[in-house]
């Protein structure tokens, strides 16, 4: 089993950049896909970024291409957002999520998360 705890939220302006960091303890990250998910009030838990096992190979979401970078340090067992050009429409809580399947792109195949990290961006 793997605990997850996100940080690196907060409040900025339209075109800043955050940088979000999941620390894991438990079990190696190495051992899981991870992705990065996020929810708007109101709005369904969306799939922001996945990484694989080895970090080679990256998937993001429409929105966020080019802006938002995923990476991994398995070394320090933690996983990484870089968000950059930030939107108001970015606003949301960012969650980390590990999934023991080595690829999948769907909320379900997720079964540890952290408790969630604020983001909100102002226009």
């Known amino acids: 089993q793997v605990q997850l705890v996100e940080s690196g939220g907060a409040m900025v302006q339209a075109g800043d950049s955050l940088r979000l960091a999941c620390a894991a303890s438990?079990?190696?990250?190495?051992?899981?896909?991870m992705a990065w998910f996020r929810q708007a009030p109101g709005k369904e838990r969306e799939r922001v970024a996945t990484?694989?096992?080895?970090?080679?190979?990256?998937y993001y979401a429409d929105s966020v291409e080019g802006r938002f970078t995923i990476s991994r340090d398995n070394a320090k067992n933690t996983l990484y957002l870089e968000m950059n050009s930030l939107k108001a429409e970015d606003t949301a809580v960012y969650y980390c999520?590990?999934?023991?399947?080595?690829?999948?792109?769907?909320?379900?195949?997720?079964?540890?998360w952290g408790q969630g990290t604020q983001v909100t961006v102002s226009s």
């Open positions: 438990g079990r190696t990250v190495s051992n899981y896909l």
């Open positions: 999520a590990a999934s023991s399947q080595t690829y999948c792109r769907h909320s379900e195949c997720f079964a540890y």
């Open positions: 990484i694989t096992r080895s970090g080679v190979n990256t």
